[in-house]
């Protein structure tokens, strides 16, 4: 294909490869009448169509920004350029086929990019991480940034990541480990004014499982009702006639180094202990004014064998 301009103060020509030295600039100014339409250069498929010898669509714009690359001199490293710099109302706008332009929407929004999707996604990102968001006040941190791959990272001396849904704030799915993870000074926070503050539930698994290293795996308070309501299913109590029980106890003497139960335990706890016989026992914390703490097993009746499947 032919060439069109090669040097500056050439004119354009269609349907060729265009060079210049220098900038070309399109400016727009008012007429007499006042400027007719509301945009400077439009670039299009005459209705919309362009016959190809393979099956894919034209593309309206292409815009490639220039390599890095060393000099070999004193200027050193010249880094890459940006393949579409946008300033305006909104940075850049983009719609797809289906959707009609929002004009009032884009006035409202007033964002960097501005995406409409309708059912397709509005914005759409691939790489190390998808979508990278960082809040006005705080400044660009690379190292964040390259810890580990996302689908969407955000920063903010606020909330990183904010969600609001009538289905559901924020969900997370994973066909390999956790859906949502939290890390922080508390992990995962749940708020309700009226409703459940966290709730957990799995087909097959724990419905909710908690773990620590050092402190209590769960810790619940309630100052109004009981701590802790096992919702018990409708079942057939166990048969047989009603006997008097009095349960035996393991005899613990204080100072007793096998005894694995804290020294320094707070009242109310409750703790599961199960020794080399494989025999698990209660124990509740029943004063901790003292030190160590004070301890008490909490007695069962006999036991017995379970009846029922697990189906």
Request: charged share 20%.
């Amino acid at each position: 294909m032919g060439s069109g301009a090669t040097s500056a103060g050439d004119d354009l020509t269609a349907g060729r490869t265009n060079t210049s030295e220098e900038r070309t600039i399109i400016l727009a100014t008012t007429a007499k009448s006042g400027y007719a339409d509301d945009f400077v250069v439009y670039v299009g498929a005459k209705d919309g169509k362009v016959l190809r010898t393979i099956p894919e669509g034209v593309d309206g714009i292409h815009a490639t920004g220039t390599e890095e690359f060393a000099t070999g001199g004193m200027v050193g490293v010249i880094p890459a350029g940006n393949g579409l710099v946008g300033t305006g109302l909104n940075g850049v706008v983009g719609y797809v086929h289906a959707q009609p332009r929002d004009t009032a929407e884009e006035k409202r929004t007033q964002a960097g990019v501005f995406g409409s999707g309708g059912a397709a996604p509005g914005v759409f990102g691939r790489g190390g991480s998808g979508v990278v968001g960082y809040s006005e006040t705080v400044a660009r941190d690379m190292l964040w940034e390259a810890d580990g791959h996302a689908g969407v990272r955000g920063r903010s001396d606020d909330i990183g990541v904010r969600g609001n849904g009538d289905a559901g704030g924020v969900q997370g799915t994973s066909e390999r480990s956790f859906g949502v993870e939290g890390v922080g000074a508390t992990g995962v926070l749940g708020r309700s004014t009226d409703g459940i503050g966290v709730y957990a539930t799995s087909g097959s698994g724990p419905g909710f499982q908690a773990t620590s290293d050092s402190e209590n795996a769960a810790v619940l308070e309630a100052p109004k009702r009981a701590q802790l309501w096992l919702v018990p299913p409708e079942v057939d109590p166990p048969s047989g006639p009603e006997v008097t029980i009095n349960p035996k106890g393991f005899n613990q003497t204080d100072g007793e180094t096998t005894n694995p139960l804290r020294k320094n335990g707070r009242a109310g706890e409750l703790a599961a202990i199960k020794d080399a016989q494989g025999r698990a026992t209660l124990w509740f914390c029943v004063n901790d004014t003292t030190t160590p703490s004070r301890w008490a097993q909490v007695l069962l009746g006999p036991s017995f064998a379970g009846g029922a499947d697990d189906s």
